[in-house]
């Protein structure tokens, strides 16, 4: 039952031209990542309109902090981290 619930393709049809089908844990794990990006981006505006983000001297600190974080990540992603880690103080022999 389970594998045929995970082979089942499952169609939406957005205009007469544009057919989406996916399986369906594909569905489900879009359907979270949207739900989850949903949730984060309302945090985010709460914290920025009236939490403690609200205030341009507040967002420094975090905005700094999470720099080096975004670097890493897209370069690791890019699949060039091992030149960054050569030069950076992360690297050990």
């Known amino acids: 039952m389970a594998d045929r619930m995970c082979a ?3 169609f939406v049809r957005v205009a007469r031209t ?3 089908s996916r399986a ?9 990542l949207a739900i989850f990006f949903l949730i984060l981006g309302l945090e985010i505006r709460r914290e920025m309109t009236g939490g403690s983000l609200a205030s341009c001297k507040s967002t420094s600190t975090p905005v700094v902090a999470a720099r080096p974080r975004v ?3 897209v370069s690791t992603w890019r699949g060039d981290i091992e030149p960054f880690l050569q030069t950076s103080a992360l690297y050990a022999d």
């Open 8 to 10: 089942m393709r499952l």
């Open 18 to 20: 544009a057919n989406i």
């Open 24 to 32: 369906a844990p594909e569905w489900c794990s879009e359907g979270l």
């Open 71 to 73: 670097v890493i990540s």
